[in-house]
C-alpha cells in the first residue's frame, strides 16, 4: 500500500515538472484580440494587440482630469466651509440658550422647551446635510472614475 503512494506520488511529481518546464519553455505571443469586421458581405477577421493603461500616470498627466479633480476639491472645500459656518451659527445658539437657562431668562419652561427642541432639529438637519453632501460628493467621485 505504501508503494502504490510512493509511485502515484512520483507519477505526479514527474507530470508537475513536464508541464512546468513545457509551460515556460514554449514561445510566448503577444496576447491579442480576435475582432471580426463585417465589410459588406464578407466578415474579415482581424487581430487586435491588447493595450495596458497605466492608470495612475494617466490621472497625473491628463488634462480633464486634473481640472475634475481640482472642481471635486474645490466642492469640498465649498460643502465643507458651508458645514463649518452652520455648525458655528448652531454652536454660538446653543451657548445663547445655555446662557439664558442659566439666567431664568425664559418666561415658562414650556418655551425652554420648545427652544431645545428647536435647536436639536436644527442639529439633525445640519447632520442630514452633512450626510447629503457626502453622499453627493461621494458620487461625484465614483461617477468621474467612468469619464
Known sequence: MKNINYILNGILA??????FVLHFSSNKKQAEVQSFVKVGDS???????????????????????????ESLLRKQE?????????GRVLQGEMAEFQRKVENN???????AES?????????????????????????????????
Request: glycine fraction near 2%.
Open 14 to 19: 514527474v507530470a508537475v515538472l513536464i508541464l
Open 43 to 69: 466578415v474579415k477577421y482581424t487581430k487586435l494587440p491588447i493595450a495596458y493603461v497605466n492608470v495612475d500616470s494617466l490621472l497625473t498627466h491628463y488634462d480633464l482630469a486634473k481640472d475634475l479633480n
Open 78 to 86: 465649498n460643502s465643507r466651509a458651508n458645514l463649518t459656518e452652520k
Open 105 to 111: 431668562a425664559f418666561l415658562s419652561r414650556e418655551r
Open 115 to 147: 427652544e431645545q427642541q428647536r435647536l436639536v432639529s436644527k442639529q439633525q438637519e445640519l447632520q442630514q446635510l452633512d450626510q447629503r453632501l457626502s453622499g453627493a460628493l461621494m458620487a461625484e467621485q465614483q461617477k468621474m472614475k467612468f469619464i
